[in-house]
């Protein structure tokens, strides 16, 4: 069995990610493009500070229940918006993997989960401006009531088997696939 890893929305050959990018975060000079580490990347000429554009660190939680999948649809003025997706979202400065999985299904869905297993580590080129990388999860239901928050206009619960909605991400389509046919290991949180 070979899974996938790495799903693109968009051809991100040749793509650094550094429109927009003009000045220094830590004393406002103007970056000038330099070669650092085989790269052109923004270095500030007054203090030294070079800007590496990194993916985002985000998680992804199949919740899945009397062979149904819950899935989240994406609100208005979102990436992919109308879309369905797994809940998920990026991982905030002081959290861990483990506390954003938790924040983004409650916020997402309402619901609150005790977190069990690693089953996927994908990375997603999103757009010209946004990789990610991305921890998915599962969880288990322990309480809350179901109702779409924050980003998400609807929650429902689809057959695991199908079909499934138009998805916003090919990697949660994959998820769900290979947990369907039960080709994903899984590795504990704790």
Request: aromatic residues 10%.
């Amino acid at each position: 069995m070979k899974l996938q890893h790495i799903f693109s929305t968009y051809s991100y050959q040749g793509n650094n990610g550094l429109a927009g990018i003009k000045y220094c975060s830590h004393c406002g000079e103007p970056y000038e493009l330099r070669e650092e580490s085989g790269k052109m990347r923004p270095v500030c000429p007054r203090c030294g500070f070079i800007y590496y554009k990194n993916p985002s660190p985000g998680v992804s939680v199949l919740l899945v229940e009397n062979g149904q999948v819950l899935l989240c649809k994406r609100g208005p003025g979102n990436f992919q918006s109308g879309k369905w997706c797994l809940p998920c979202g990026f991982m905030e400065f002081d959290e861990d993997y483990l506390m954003a999985a938790r924040r983004e299904v409650k916020e997402e869905t309402g619901l609150d989960v005790v977190l069990q297993n690693i089953i996927n580590v994908t990375y997603n080129f999103l757009s010209s401006q946004v990789h990610s990388l991305v921890i998915v999860l599962t969880a288990q239901i322990i309480g809350g009531t179901l109702s779409p928050g924050d980003d998400i206009e609807a929650v429902k619960w689809y057959p695991l088997q199908g079909p499934l909605p138009e998805m916003a991400f090919a990697a949660d389509a994959m998820i769900i696939e290979e947990y369907r046919d039960e080709k994903l290991a899984e590795i504990p949180v704790d």
